[in-house]
């Protein structure tokens, strides 16, 4: 079965490069000329909507940046199609900067509904641009050449367009497996958990939006040459949602789910073209009608699209152990033992009226363990998100190993060794463990996004898997790093994201109610975890429920109750207090 994943990508790029040499019909060349073009922008919707979770309506604006671009260098200036490939390429991904930056930082509607404003907005330009030939376009585009080669807009061309679709494939691909592409395929998730990890949400989100315009504008290229001519009609805001439709009928988290989308489109659409007039005995679009009860029908069915059904014969390879001695990623100094490590200094958050922390200060020394306990709604969780960044302090200060942190970012904090887990386990389901983990080592690495998408960072993703593999086994769960982590159960989760937050090197651990919903055996067993990681020299700070879990494990015990702080003391003298017994029980008796 795995020679079947092998052999697959060679199988297919062989058969559709040399489609043009075979002896079919040229309507068959045409049409396939048409699904490599729609898989190009499909592509980038698979990485953009798919993976990311950002929803996009206006993709064909920068399909026709691209088509724009060639034609009006060709017709009108004569220039080389190359210098109008890159300058087209320039143009996409210098919108996309400025249309990200304005709108990626929106959040549930406001996107969606931003691209559609944008999406008409260029498409409005494209057709009232006096120098762009109106809604006429431009006519007359010379066929490409290559080393004095025509390529027509047949066979010859064929091949070019499948190249770099083929090529855009294995390079979306290799990035999604890399450190860059955990990052992004985290943002689906949130942004809570990747913050955290030191991952810059808005950057990956930016990131991803250049590739799905670039993507886009070199299909436009291609298809101002396969055309000859170009308007504003195919760039519209309905080709977006059609292109948008591809990809959700293929299967909008997997990458060949755009061509398997792209292709069913395409020829669904020619035959129906065909065969509704006759049916219905009158001329329309009715195929538009047919698409929107395939889409439903496939929404309500095959939520992961048509390509569910196909990877079912192609099999989940796990991921080749080729780490073994690969050299240890960079760590960060460690404070010595004792060393005041952490200092909560009268911090305070307010909800409007409701006063959720409220002058809290503690401290904690390296090498200690120390338990935050309270009630429930008592503020310890949000307590946690004060120190950790999640939250804006209303007022206090907070300081590590010296340094003023209060009011950086998560990610800046994590970057100084601080690391954490969720009261709600956040992962990503669809990664195995061991990716999971890995993505903990983000801050570890330096591999961009060109270098994985030409797969120059093996090495260092070596020494990221090894460091994970390392922190699986330091938590007793290295035999189920291949399992996906959407199947374990809750014990097994927690476990693996503590694994996750260590492989960030932190000098400073935070554990958010990490035994919560765990059964008997798996406290022992996270109990003896920690003890462990205490033993190493890890510090760490947790909330917990828990007593006799709390009691057992602390140096100290931080009690909280309706975000005050009611004392602080060793296990045995929170034990004794009949403060924290009335907090508890509501009484003193």
């Not at 439903?296 to 780490?323: H, M, N, T």
Request: net charge positive; with cysteine.
């Amino acid at each position: 079965m795995n020679t079947i994943r092998k052999l697959a990508f060679p199988a297919f790029a062989l058969l559709m490069l040399a489609l043009p040499a075979l002896p079919v019909p040229d309507f068959w060349i045409t049409q396939s000329n048409y699904i490599g073009l729609y898989a190009l922008v499909s592509l980038g919707l698979v990485l953009l909507t798919g993976v990311a979770g950002l929803t996009s309506f206006g993709q064909a604006a920068f399909v026709g940046v691209g088509a724009y671009t060639a034609a009006f260098l060709a017709v009108k200036l004569s220039a080389s199609p190359w210098l109008a490939l890159l300058l087209g390429i320039g143009l996409a991904a210098g919108a996309a900067i400025v249309l990200g930056a304005i709108t990626l930082r929106m959040s549930g509607h406001y996107l969606p509904l931003a691209t559609i404003a944008w999406g008409l907005a260029l498409n409005y330009t494209m057709a009232n641009m006096e120098w762009l030939g109106k809604y006429d376009g431009i006519l007359g585009i010379p066929t490409l050449k290559i080393l004095g080669h025509d390529l027509g807009t047949g066979r010859g061309l064929h091949v070019l367009i499948w190249l770099f679709a083929l090529l855009a494939a294995l390079a979306c691909v290799h990035l999604l497996d890399s450190r860059p592409g955990r990052a992004i395929r985290s943002l689906k998730n949130g942004a809570t958990m990747a913050e955290a990890m030191g991952i810059s949400t808005f950057r990956a989100k930016l990131t991803v939006f250049v590739i799905a315009a670039i993507l886009a504008a070199i299909s436009g290229w291609l298809f101002a040459f396969f055309q000859r001519t170009v308007s504003p009609s195919p760039f519209s805001i309905a080709k977006g949602i059609e292109y948008l439709f591809m990809v959700v009928l293929g299967g909008v988290g997997h990458v060949w789910g755009a061509f398997l989308g792209a292709g069913v489109v395409k020829l669904l659409e020619d035959q129906l073209q065909v065969l509704l007039p006759r049916l219905i005995g009158t001329s329309g679009s009715f195929e538009t009608i047919v698409f929107g009860v395939i889409l439903v029908v496939v929404l309500k069915y095959a939520p992961e699209g048509l390509w569910s059904f196909v990877a079912r014969w192609i099999p989940r390879a796990d991921r080749v152990r080729d780490w073994e001695g690969a050299p240890p990623l960079p760590a960060r100094d460690k404070p010595a033992a004792g060393e005041l490590l952490l200092q909560v200094q009268a911090v305070r958050k307010e909800f409007g009226g409701l006063v959720a922390v409220n002058d809290v200060s503690f401290e904690l020394r390296a090498g200690e363990i120390v338990g935050l306990i309270g009630p429930n709604g008592a503020g310890k969780s949000t307590t946690f998100n004060l120190i950790t960044g999640v939250l804006g302090l209303t007022s206090g200060q907070v300081r590590y190993r010296g340094e003023d942190i209060t009011g950086m970012p998560s990610r800046a904090i994590a970057r100084r060794g601080i690391s954490r887990t969720f009261q709600h386990v956040k992962m990503i389901p669809e990664m195995t463990v061991l990716e999971n983990v890995a993505l903990g080592g983000y801050l570890r690495g330096s591999s961009g996004t060109v270098k994985a998408m030409l797969r120059l960072d093996r090495a260092e993703e070596r020494g990221l898997f090894a460091e994970a593999e390392r922190q699986l086994a330091r938590i007793g769960m290295a035999d189920r790093m291949h399992e996906m982590a959407g199947n374990l159960a809750l014990g097994p989760q927690r476990l693996m994201e503590i694994a996750r937050a260590l492989c960030t090197d932190p000098a400073l651990l935070l554990l958010d109610e990490p035994a919560a919903g765990l059964r008997h055996k798996e406290k022992q067993a996270l109990g003896k975890v920690l003890r462990l990681l205490k033993g190493e020299g890890m510090s760490l700070l947790l909330v917990e429920h828990d007593m006799d879990f709390v009691m057992g494990l602390t140096d100290r015990i931080v009690v909280m109750e309706f975000g005050t702080r009611l004392m602080e003391g060793t296990p045995a003298e929170v034990q004794a207090s009949p403060a924290v017994r009335a907090a508890y029980l509501g009484t003193e008796h």
